[in-house]
């Protein structure tokens, strides 16, 4: 997502991650193979893993549909709990919205 | 592979049973946690499959033969914990230097290499080191050895905390060089679970569990909140670890197979869903009671 890895570049093999983390190695293959799995990553025969094409659409797509929606979820239940009322919350998120100063 | 089989194992200290026709078998090449309370026999276990200690009855296998009183078995393994013995006259360096004799993979280059940074003078002998240092040594002894069987049981006893990060990071690197199957046995699951592939759980003489470590993580799920939103996800399911919070919140650990609907559902109806740490799970899974040491406390 920042970058670090452009599409089709070789990513750390999981002897690198292993090292570079203190973690045992099957782990860390585990870890690659789920990457796999989910299409972000895919695999060269003998030469390692690779950023998949579109890895960066992949992954926005999961968040957006997974994790973000669940924030929202969340958001929406505390803001419940506390008795804020729909005008209130909305005003929070503008709020925040133009205090990072994307409108 | 499997390097390690047993069938049936059998133990018993006088009449008292130890280990109870326990069976498995450790695949070439993998790092094993071996996990237990104090007593439930994982230093017998892994004595056994060093030769130290004959098995009352069942068959064990280590490389193919039956480890007790074997030399094939003591060349391609190593037992290492606090209480190594080693001759009183020698010293360290002379320690290496004998260790060299008896191990054919047996590194001398990295064995000083780590004696050095562990600020080990070579003219020390091996009985006036603490208790730490002591556990230092055996575990250089240990590594360096690269035996096919390498067993550690509980090897970071003494050790402070940042010898036992040294420890664990030289033995990972050390595996990744040079792959062989290590046992380690310890209390304190969470200072090794990421090195760890295999876990081995005992309890009451028995292996309670033996998957991988990723597994153990995922195993079971934390339930909190309010009792009357808790308790109807608990129904029918066994709950192995329940605790009161405060006047009428509850805490409950199950084994995670839920649904990802059912879930979702209960975190609408305020449940908080949490993983369940590896080390804590260990504790609920091998206590005899739901409540832990709080039962004790209960209707004083």
């Known amino acids: 997502m920042n970058g670090n890895f452009e599409s089709n570049q070789k990513v750390y093999s999981q002897y690198q991650l292993a090292e570079m983390f203190t973690i045992n190695p099957a782990t860390a293959a585990k870890g690659l193979n789920i990457l796999a799995d989910e299409g972000i990553l895919y695999k060269k025969r003998g030469l390692g893993m690779f950023v998949a094409e579109d890895a960066k659409e992949n992954i926005a797509n999961k968040r957006k549909s997974g994790t973000l929606k669940q924030l929202v979820q969340e958001l929406v239940l505390e803001s419940e709990r506390l008795q804020i009322t729909e005008q209130e919350l909305m005003d929070m998120i503008k709020a925040a919205l133009y205090k990072e100063g994307r409108k | 592979m499997s390097v390690i089989e047993c069938r049936e194992l059998s ?120 208790k730490g240092r002591t556990s230092t040594f055996n575990a250089i002894v240990g590594i360096a050895a690269r035996c096919p069987i390498t067993i550690f049981d ?46 081995l759980l005992l309890k009451n003489g028995k292996v309670h569990l033996h998957i991988p470590i990723s597994d153990l993580k995922e195993w079971a799920i934390g339930l909190q909140g309010q009792a009357s939103s808790v308790l109807p996800w608990t129904e029918g399911k066994e709950v192995l670890y329940q605790n009161q919070i405060g006047l009428n919140a509850t805490y409950v650990v199950i084994k995670n197979d839920l649904s990802e609907a059912e879930l979702a559902q209960a975190r609408l109806n305020g449940v908080k869903i949490t993983p369940v740490h590896a080390s804590d799970l260990c504790i609920y899974l091998t206590s005899d009671t739901k409540g832990g040491i709080d039962d004790v406390f209960i209707n004083r």
Do not use: C
Not at chain 2, 172 to 185: A, E, G, N
């Open chain 2, 11 to 130: 133990k018993a200290y006088l009449r008292k049973k130890v280990l109870n026709q326990i069976s498995f078998t450790i695949e070439e090449n993998k790092i094993t946690g071996v996990i237990g309370r104090n007593g439930v026999g994982k230093t017998t276990l892994l004595k056994i499959m060093a030769g130290f200690t004959k098995e009352t009855s069942g068959e064990i296998r280590v490389l193919e033969q039956r480890p007790f009183n074997n030399l094939y078995t003591s060349v391609n393994s190593i037992f290492v914990d606090d209480q190594m013995s080693f001759p009183p006259a020698l010293q360290l360096q002379e320690l290496l230097e004998a260790a060299q004799t008896f191990y054919p993979n047996w590194d001398m280059d990295f064995a000083q290499r780590l004696f050095k940074y562990f600020n080990f003078d070579p003219k020390h002998y091996h009985n006036t080191l603490s």
């Open chain 2, 154 to 199: 509980e090897p970071t006893t003494g050790m402070d905390e940042a010898v036992r990060k040294d420890f664990y990071r030289a033995l990972l690197k050390d595996y990744i060089d040079h792959p062989r199957t290590i046992l380690i046995s310890s209390h304190h699951l969470e200072e090794m679970e990421d090195l760890l592939e295999d876990v």
